[in-house]
């Protein structure tokens, strides 16, 4: 299950932008509960849902703090996939910027752009895309 929503998240879903799928919101805020495992499924079905599912997201903030990272890059990415209706979670999601995950700072990245594009940062991140000194 949790190699699924590795692949939602990775993008190796269909080409174009499917309409959101209805979600039992409840059912899957309730899933937030579980396991990495139920964590990582229910945040891949509140991500399908898109907007539809944006009345999980005061429930979804606190995963960016999960110790696991595949939970907090899900996390970010169902934000992202709610679309401004998560503007709520920016502060949050601005403070991930800084989390010790590459892949959890790309997520947060594109789930910031995705909320509102006038919030990305620029040299604020900090460059995780390279394990080598600046040459002087």
Do not use: F, H
Request: glycine share 6%; proline share 9%; charged share 20%.
């Amino acid at each position: 299950m949790l190699a699924a929503a590795w692949l939602l998240v990775a993008g190796c879903v269909q080409e174009g932008n499917p309409a959101p799928k209805k979600v039992d919101v409840s059912a899957q805020v309730a899933a937030l509960k579980g396991n990495a495992d139920a964590k990582a499924n229910a945040l891949a079905e509140l991500a399908a849902g898109g907007p539809n599912a944006a009345s999980a997201a005061a429930d979804v903030i606190p995963l960016l703090k999960d110790e696991d990272p595949v939970v907090r890059r899900l996390a970010a990415y169902a934000l992202g996939q709610m679309g401004p209706a998560a503007k709520a979670a920016l502060p949050d999601l601005t403070a991930r910027l800084q989390d010790n995950d590459r892949n959890v700072i790309t997520a947060v990245m594109n789930a910031i752009r995705a909320i509102d594009p006038s919030k990305v940062p620029g040299e604020a991140v900090p460059n995780t895309m390279s394990d080598q000194a600046p040459s002087p």
